[in-house]
């Protein structure tokens, strides 16, 4: 090689090896925390003929979630982002079952569910009986006396000498910006139009599933269907998992579930995170986990490394509580006093929501 061509290459490497330096001496300063003396803007002024509350359900400032970002110290703590891979479902049009409970989540809001349900019911042949878009149900009326809804729901021999209506409701999902639909046959008297309370039981697990796929088909080739219901964009959201917190430390999460949605969800959950789930017990409401990171768990070196056995170092507990199912983290002694068991519980929490 030219020895011109050899010093370019020395200059090229020690200017590399330098630039690491830069920062560290001033050269390329650190501006990362020049906001905090930025001045406060004014606050937003609404002219005097208008309201906040008729833009405040478009315009939602959603509340602070996440630990405080000033210690007790006074130091100060630039927050972590939130964990937002767990919401991002597989599918837009998803039907879940656990035990006899089965539901569909939607990747859309409740508004653009509701008229395409009510779309769908009476394509089945489902006259609509009753309606509430407030509560969020629609009731078919009997559905005996339509041929086209007796085929649908498969009412033949005995079971035409019972009268049975169909309930549809579509609420928000558990995680944000998605909508949930569970469907119940009820037997009624006679030929009662008399409209129903919702129940939370099953008495027809397989039919209201095959409702549920069925709906599910329908609303993925209707996609493209613009259709709003503003009375149902306003479904009030009830935030059905929160967290049990002590001293400003995540102690549980609690969720406003039935038992069989609540380890459903936790399920799902668990699918996304860094962490092994090395054994369950469904009956007793427990997960066996290895806290470890993969690094962690890592063993040899470069093209010799491998996984190295799970082992189990922590338990994930999902009990009744006074006001839910809890969900608590119980780890050996060696991860007590980690930070590992409350990262996993805080980062649970967010994919639940």
């Known amino acids: 090689m030219p020895l011109n061509q050899t010093n370019r290459l020395l ?3 020690a200017a590399i090896a330098v630039l690491p330096l830069a920062g560290g001496c001033g050269l390329f300063p650190d501006r990362s925390l020049q906001y905090r003396e930025e001045p406060l803007g004014e606050p937003l002024k609404v002219p005097e003929d208008l309201s906040r509350q008729s833009f405040e359900s478009e315009y939602v400032i959603p509340e602070i979630r996440g630990d405080a970002t000033v210690k007790q110290d006074g130091a100060f703590e630039i927050p972590r982002p939130p964990d937002l891979t ?12 656990s035990g006899d409970l089965s539901w569909l989540i939607v990747n859309d809001v409740p508004g653009r569910v509701w008229p395409a349900i009510s779309d769908f019911l009476r394509d089945r042949g489902a006259e609509v009986a009753h309606d509430d878009p407030r509560a969020g149900i629609q009731q078919t009326a009997v559905l005996n006396l339509s041929a086209r809804a007796r085929d649908w729901i498969g ?3 005995v079971e035409q000498e019972r009268p049975l209506v169909l309930q549809v409701k579509v609420a928000h999902g ?3 910006r998605s909508a949930e639909v569970q469907a119940r046959l009820l037997a009624v008297e006679g030929n009662s139009s008399e409209r129903l309370e919702w129940r939370e039981n099953v008495d027809y697990p397989e ?4 409702v549920l796929k069925d709906l599910a088909d329908y609303l993925e080739a209707n996609a493209d269907t613009k259709t709003y219901s503003r009375v149902a964009l306003d479904l009030p959201r009830d935030d059905r998992v929160s967290r049990d917190r002590e001293s400003g430390e995540t102690r549980a999460l609690v969720l406003d579930l039935a038992f069989d949605r609540s380890w459903a969800e936790v399920n799902r959950a668990l699918g996304g995170r860094e962490l ?9 409401g427990v997960w066996y986990l290895d806290l470890r990171t993969q690094e962690q768990r890592s063993r040899g070196w470069w093209l010799w490394s ?3 056995e799970a082992e189990i170092n922590a338990e994930l507990r999902l009990q009744q509580g006074a006001e839910g199912y809890r969900l608590s983290i119980h ?5 007590a006093q980690s930070d590992r068991p409350l990262a996993i519980l805080n980062s649970l929490y967010e994919s639940l929501r």
């Open 155 to 157: 009412i033949d021999g």
């Open 174 to 176: 558990v995680q944000s």
């Open 306 to 308: 491998y996984q190295a």
């Open 207 to 210: 039919r209201e599933q095959s």
């Open 331 to 335: 780890p050996d002694e060696a991860l």
């Open 276 to 284: 092994a789930v090395v054994d369950r017990n469904r009956s007793e």
């Open 86 to 97: 767990g919401q991002i479902m597989e599918k837009n049009y998803q039907v879940s079952r």
């Open 11 to 13: 200059y090229l490497t």
